[in-house]
């Protein structure tokens, strides 16, 4: 059963791409791109509904714990 969160990245204008499906809300991206980089997420339950992407973010360098 897959159930989390879906990791879209969005590069420039380009339109989101997923990236990877986490158990966790949390997500550390090792490859930055460089240029404007967004992020966005999907949530998805135990039947495979995905709710709608969240509204976009920009990565930051050292994530609050």
């Not at 879209?8 to 997500?27: C, D, H, I």
């Amino acid at each position: 059963v897959n159930v989390g969160y879906d990791v879209y990245r969005r590069v420039g204008t380009k339109a989101f791409a997923k990236l990877v499906q986490v158990k966790e809300p949390l997500f550390v991206d090792k490859h930055v791109p460089k240029g404007l980089v967004e992020y966005a997420i999907s949530a998805v339950d135990v039947y495979s509904n995905k709710s709608p992407l969240s509204k976009p973010v920009a990565p930051v360098a050292n994530p609050a714990r």
